[in-house]
């Protein structure tokens, strides 16, 4: 058995105290991380106050693997803002600048048109078939830092 056999020996020497100890520090490791994800939710507003930059899209301002922190306020989005949103049918949020707004006069909605700094066009290939448009449900957030 060689290696494996070696740590089972040494798991079975533990004392029943000393494993649940551990077990225990590692439950309120987890628990601590969740209850801070949770308090950053409340504070920023947003579903996820943090995000990692996947993509080249966005440089040179951005780069793949740059952190950013999410803030969601009441305020109007305003075209030159850089906004993380949700494509319906995509799993992974996008972080791209806000080109054009335009409000309906009727309903007080807002319509949204993104693109990534590097990007040549706009986002319109990227959101969901046959939409031309980003709504204030599809913003998870404005990066903040």
């Given at each position: ?12 020497s533990?004392?029943?105290r000393?494993?649940?100890?551990q077990?225990?520090?590692?439950g ?11 308090g950053?939710?409340?504070?920023t ?12 899209s966005?440089?040179?301002g ?17 075209a ?35 693109k990534?700094?590097?990007n040549?066009?706009d986002d ?14 599809h ?7």
């Amino acid at each position: 058995m060689g290696w494996i056999g070696e740590q089972i020996d040494s798991i079975k020497s533990l004392q029943f105290r000393q494993v649940l100890t551990q077990a225990i520090s590692l439950g309120m490791i987890v628990t601590s991380a969740l209850i801070i994800w949770k308090g950053l939710m409340c504070v920023t507003g947003s579903e996820s106050p943090v995000v990692v930059v996947l993509s080249g899209s966005m440089e040179p301002g951005f780069k793949r693997g740059d952190i950013l922190f999410l803030h969601m306020s009441k305020e109007p989005i305003r075209a030159g803002e850089i906004v993380v949103f949700n494509v319906d049918g995509r799993e992974i949020p996008i972080v791209h600048r806000v080109i054009k707004v335009h409000e309906r006069q009727d309903t007080g909605e807002v319509d949204i048109l993104t693109k990534g700094d590097n990007n040549f066009g706009d986002d319109r290939l990227l959101y969901a078939h046959g939409q031309l448009w980003l709504q204030r449900h599809h913003i998870m957030g404005r990066a903040v830092g």
